[in-house]
């Protein structure tokens, strides 16, 4: 099972207790039985997912989306955490798609998990308006030609905004989702003015929020929002997620997103 990645979270430890591997593959322990293959360029399993794929509201899961799925980590997490969802996971990477495609056969869930090829922002006509109860995303957390880009594609477009921007992932959300739905998204806590700019320009008002700091004494560097379309404004602000107490130790909500057993 991967924690955190090391790229998105800076000095944060990485928790990886992997099982299964061959040279350029690995096959991840979830939980709940679930498993995750991994192969090539495309994002890794990192403490994004886990946290998001818990942040929904239990009354949104019965019907959800992932944009920009990738290779399906967040995706296969969801449907670990709720066996009666149905999600469709899109992403616009045919390599990807064919990985959420591996990984909903190994996990035997074809009867109710789809693997899509399509951009989500031009998926009129793939994923029905309005029929979503929750939509989530793990996006691109950079804006393009932000920082050293990476010389691999399948990177690029997974870390910064070469194809879809924040913008057009909301615009999308708020499409799909029916009224009420809720949107879930992590992102960098350096760009909640963006986020929650875009989701409020698509209908989709803001509910609660998480930071997630690594000790209590660090500032965040993520965060999780979860709004929903047409909603009365107010937000709550949730208490923060720390990942060590005081003493460097995991934390014990840490490890119960994981499932980790002392």
Request: with cysteine.
């Amino acid at each position: 099972m991967c924690g955190i990645d090391n790229d998105i979270m800076d000095n944060m430890d990485i928790v990886e207790t992997g099982t299964e591997k061959a040279a350029d593959e690995s096959v991840e322990l979830l939980i709940n039985g679930f498993r995750l293959i991994q192969r090539g360029p495309h994002g890794k399993l990192g403490m994004d997912s886990f946290l998001l794929s818990s942040f929904l509201h239990p009354s949104k899961v019965r019907r959800i989306c992932d944009l920009g799925c990738g290779s399906g980590a967040l995706t296969i997490l969801l449907a670990a955490r709720y066996d009666s969802a149905h999600i469709d996971g899109i992403d616009i990477q045919r390599e990807a798609v064919g990985l959420l495609e591996e990984n909903i056969s190994l996990n035997r869930i074809g009867d109710r998990v789809r693997a899509i090829h399509a951009d989500l922002r031009k998926s009129e006509g793939i994923l029905p308006a309005g029929s979503y109860t929750a939509v989530v995303c793990n996006p691109p957390y950079f804006r393009k030609g932000a920082g050293k880009p990476s010389a691999l594609a399948e990177r690029r477009i997974a870390r910064s905004e070469e194809e879809a921007r924040i913008d057009d992932i909301c615009r999308t959300a708020s499409r799909l989702l029916r009224n009420g739905g809720e949107f879930a998204v992590v992102y960098r806590a350096e760009r909640l003015c963006d986020l929650i700019m875009a989701m409020r320009g698509a209908g989709i008002e803001p509910k609660r929020i998480r930071y997630i700091h690594n000790t209590v004494y660090s500032e965040p560097k993520l965060l999780m929002i979860a709004g929903r379309k047409n909603a009365q404004p107010g937000i709550r602000t949730l208490p923060p997620f720390v990942i060590r107490d005081e003493s460097g130790d995991f934390t014990d909500e840490y490890r119960s997103i994981y499932d980790l057993k002392e």
